[in-house]
């Protein structure tokens, strides 16, 4: 670690990982439902288990996008943080609007009340004054990054990462526009949740994931940066126009059908883009980097993202094909191991990276943060195998045959057995990770009769 003030990564990193452990669990809970029904029904329904599971998944990714900028911005900047004490407040607020949400929603506070009560929309659910928060969390973050690389050394890196993170948090500001007509609120809420996972996320992958390789392969930073700008051309030109892929059956002009099959086909790209980015850096790399767990989860992201926003998002992307499979388990398919292999195994990637450095240990436990990979992308890929043909059957019996909901569902059951058991799998993994990098291994000492350094 060069700089003291990449320092503020380890507490955001630190919060994340807390709030991906009560992600994990909140989707094993949600599975458990799904195979018993009335389990916790009256103490916690199912759409507030499904409301903290999707909401821990979108504020935690957030926190690791933060700690990844506050980690690597300096090095890239070649300059401290701006302010370290305003990035512990930008915390310190994001943690009470979570626990002001979480606390609203599990007891049912405030209901009707415009500023205090929920809002019962899903991902944007949150208070009114908890949006409000994270809206100046937001300007607190932009300003002290932005005042950072202004004053420093700027690269292809941290332009991209500003871009995707100023795009983050100005499309977040239409979760305060909630129309009355639900085709326009449904217009527009696409504009947050669409355009940021494959939009400004993505811009904001590309850039973390291009750092990563600079950092442990050891090729030449103008090779990563015409890479870094191919992907990113690419995903600004599909994802945009994209999203029209969801306008396809909620009251909008017939030609979206055509706009977002054409250009949802193309998202695909810059997918594969990345994955052959990460395998090429690597195979083109002069660096045996001793941090081989961090090197697992960027290839890991790369393909995981491929075939989880890739492939299987363009299995049902065609106009024609969405109109039977949207909301059947094959959206659930898509989502779970998209945002798995894009931005889950993102953070846990520079995580796996940043913690050895941040806690100046090494080595540290290598093979358990390795064996939860092989866990979690292994019970990942089964979950999304077993959603798929769930999905499949869903959509013949419901959408073909005109079978009603409840009874298709009770003859999904065997899946929802087998995708509960993948989610054993992943939570197991999701804890070992949090063991492999929070818990100190008992280091090796050498003949000489000192601890090896942390390896840059």
């Given amino acids: 670690m060069k700089y003291q003030s990449q320092k503020v990564a380890l507490a955001y990193f630190a919060v994340a990982l807390g709030l991906f452990a009560i992600q994990v669990l909140g989707g094993l ?28 998944l979108i504020v935690w990714l957030l926190l690791g996008f933060f700690g990844a900028a506050y980690f690597l911005i300096p090095e890239e900047s070649e300059r401290e943080i701006h302010s370290t ?20 929603y599990v007891f049912d506070l405030f209901e009707g009340n415009f500023l205090l009560g929920k809002e019962g929309r899903e991902f944007i659910e949150q208070p009114k004054w908890v949006k409000v928060g994270i809206v100046v969390a937001a300007l607190i973050f932009l300003y002290n990054v932005s005042m950072t690389v202004l004053k420093g050394k700027k690269t292809a890196i941290t332009n991209i990462l500003l871009l995707g993170l100023w795009g983050l948090a100005l499309l977040f500001l239409f979760s305060f526009y909630n129309p009355s007509n639900l085709s326009l609120d449904k217009q527009y809420w696409w504009y947050i949740v669409h355009l940021w996972v494959e939009g400004v996320w993505e811009l904001i992958m590309a850039s973390i994931l291009a750092y990563l390789m600079l950092k442990l392969t050891g090729v030449d930073r103008e090779v990563v940066e015409k890479w870094l700008y191919v992907i990113v051309a690419a995903a600004l030109f599909s994802g945009i126009l994209g999203t029209g892929h969801h306008y396809y059956w909620i009251g909008t002009p017939g030609y979206w059908q055509w706009i977002g099959s054409i250009f949802s086909s193309l998202e695909v790209i810059p997918f594969f883009a990345m994955m052959a980015f990460a395998f090429v850096m690597v195979w083109k790399g002069r660096r045996d980097h001793p941090n081989k767990a961090a090197l697992l989860w960027s290839l890991g992201c790369a393909t995981l993202a491929f075939f989880g926003a890739g ?28 945002f798995f292999g894009a931005y889950v195994s993102l953070n846990l990637a520079i995580i796996s990276y940043a913690m050895p450095l941040l806690r100046g240990r090494d080595p540290y436990n290598q093979v358990l943060n390795m064996a939860s990979f092989w866990l979690m992308s292994g019970g990942m890929a089964f979950m999304t195998f077993v959603l798929t043909f769930a999905g499949t059957i869903q959509t013949h019996l419901q959408r073909v045959n005109g079978d009603y909901f409840m009874d298709v569902q009770d003859q999904l059951a065997l899946f929802y057995w087998m995708r509960f058991g993948s989610g054993v799998a992943v939570v197991i993994g999701a804890l070992l990770f949090i063991y492999a990098v929070a818990v100190p291994r008992r280091e090796v000492i050498s003949a000489g009769g000192a601890a090896s350094a942390p390896a840059e």
């Fill in 311 to 338: 492939v299987w998002g363009f299995l049902h992307t065609l106009h024609g094909v969405n109109f039977y499979t949207h909301g059947t388990q094959i959206t659930a398919a898509h989502g779970h191991l998209a």
């Fill in 29 to 56: 809970l949600a599975g458990w439902v799904y195979v018993s029904p009335n389990f916790l029904s009256e103490l916690l329904p199912f759409n507030i288990i499904r409301m903290l599971h999707t909401n821990s």
């Fill in 85 to 104: 004490k305003l990035a512990y407040l930008q915390l310190l607020i994001l943690v009470v609007g979570t626990l002001g949400a979480v606390v609203t």
